[in-house]
């Protein structure tokens, strides 16, 4: 009878088929005294490092950075600060397909939305809110300083912000405050943050497949509801833009986790239909370069290759170089734009232009490795030090 009791508590997952039950709600996956066979492959394969995951991170960004220097609307106008004449005169072929390099926003949001739920299972609040200051502000720090001294040594690209706002978006919440980025591409912090604070909450009562499935449909529904609600506070907290991505970063995590089942399809589901919308939506009203049917192709092949990481088709794939390739993604991603477009500004006389975007991106690379090697790793652990000191400080206080 114990043993029986025992086997019911532990979530069960195959790779295959929709035929293994629902996980209960009110457990994740925890440690007993005598763990069956399978409980123990559950946790291997949820502790288990996803190295394809860390590919697909650097393909995103560098999508993402050949969209800004080859692929925009901006740079393809007549006279742009960048070009001075559109890039799809100069190189027509690489404009085509860097037009769609934008959708590795949307990428990031959903691999987010599978990475932080991953980090975050069986931690407390403390331990995730310290984990994401570490993760993200070393390296964005380096960055607003980067960008702002690249920008007031090289005029004439982008525009140098006042020093009061600079200064403020040292907080990385100056969206919040309706000041404008060091870099535009900032923009997608302050959706990361909405997600964060959101998803702190469930953190706070303790991850279970239940809860997470729960915060999914309720948040996919206040997205829904935002737009015409005309209610500025729902809008900002419920993040119509950008919620259905993480949301199917979460169904994807559970499915890595506990196995598929029909209820995680139909949210899979449900994040594609959305998905797909927002992403017309974006092409109409921001990107005007790419269309609709090849964006949401390539979005759905995404992912596809997320479900077939999530159910374990990558398990196999290994390398040191991948665990490099993720480290440099988010330090790549923050520096890329600004001044990746002033230095093509200053050099696009001097080489071929293809020649010239692959040269800038691989020296971003270089300094990403750099800033990720002697500044995200030492100032992230003299954060995390002073962090948990502050906190057991807090946690011992008699008042």
């Not at 009791?5 to 709600?25: N, W, Y």
């Not at 809110?129 to 702002?148: G, M």
């Not at 997600?195 to 991850?207: I, M, R």
């Not at 390539?298 to 479900?307: E, G, R, S």
Request: charged letters at 15%; proline letters at 4%.
């Amino acid at each position: 009878m114990q043993d029986a009791q025992r086997r019911t508590s532990i979530p069960r997952r195959v790779l295959s088929g929709l035929h293994q039950p629902l996980p209960p709600g009110t457990a994740s996956v925890r440690s007993t005294t005598r763990a069956t066979p399978r409980a123990a492959v559950v946790r291997d394969r949820a502790s288990r490092r996803l190295y394809a995951i860390d590919g697909i991170r650097l393909l995103a960004a560098l999508m993402v950075a050949v969209h800004h220097y080859a692929g925009t609307n901006r740079v393809d106008q007549p006279g742009n600060r960048v070009w001075d004449r559109p890039v799809s005169d100069i190189m027509p072929t690489v404009f085509r397909f860097a037009s769609y390099g934008w959708i590795g926003v949307e990428i990031f949001f959903v691999i987010s939305g599978f990475v932080i739920c991953m980090s975050c299972w069986g931690r407390s609040p403390r331990q995730f809110f310290v984990s994401r200051v570490i993760r993200l502000y070393p390296a964005y720090w380096f960055a607003v300083a980067f960008t702002t001294v690249v920008l007031t040594l090289l005029p004439g690209v982008w525009d140098r912000l006042r020093t009061r706002d600079v200064l403020l978006n040292v907080t990385m919440l100056q969206s919040g405050s309706g000041v404008m980025n060091v870099d535009g591409v900032y923009w997608t912090l302050w959706s990361e943050l909405r997600f964060y604070l959101l998803f702190l909450v469930v953190v706070w009562t303790g991850l279970t497949y239940r809860k997470v499935v729960v915060f999914c449909c309720v948040w996919g529904a206040a997205a829904m509801l935002a737009p015409i609600s005309k209610l500025p506070l729902l809008e900002l907290v419920a993040n119509p833009e950008g919620a259905w991505y993480f949301i199917a970063g979460l169904a994807l995590y559970l499915m890595h986790r506990f196995g598929q089942d029909l209820l995680l399809w139909g949210i899979l589901a449900m994040a594609w239909l959305m998905g797909q919308r927002e992403l017309g939506i974006r092409i109409d009203e921001v990107e005007h370069v790419s269309g609709w049917r090849g964006s949401v192709l390539i979005f759905t092949v995404f992912l596809l290759a997320m479900v077939a990481i999530a159910l374990g088709a990558t398990d196999r794939v290994r390398g040191r170089w991948l665990v490099t390739a993720g480290a440099l993604t988010y330090p790549l991603y923050l520096m890329h734009y600004a001044a990746g477009t002033t230095l093509i500004n200053r050099l696009r006389d001097t080489m071929d232009a293809r020649l010239l975007v692959v040269s800038v991106i691989a020296g971003f690379m270089l300094l990403s490795w750099l800033v990720h090697r002697f500044v995200e790793r030492p100032v992230a652990g003299l954060l995390k030090r002073g962090l948990d000191t502050s906190f057991a400080r807090l946690r011992n206080a008699s008042g």
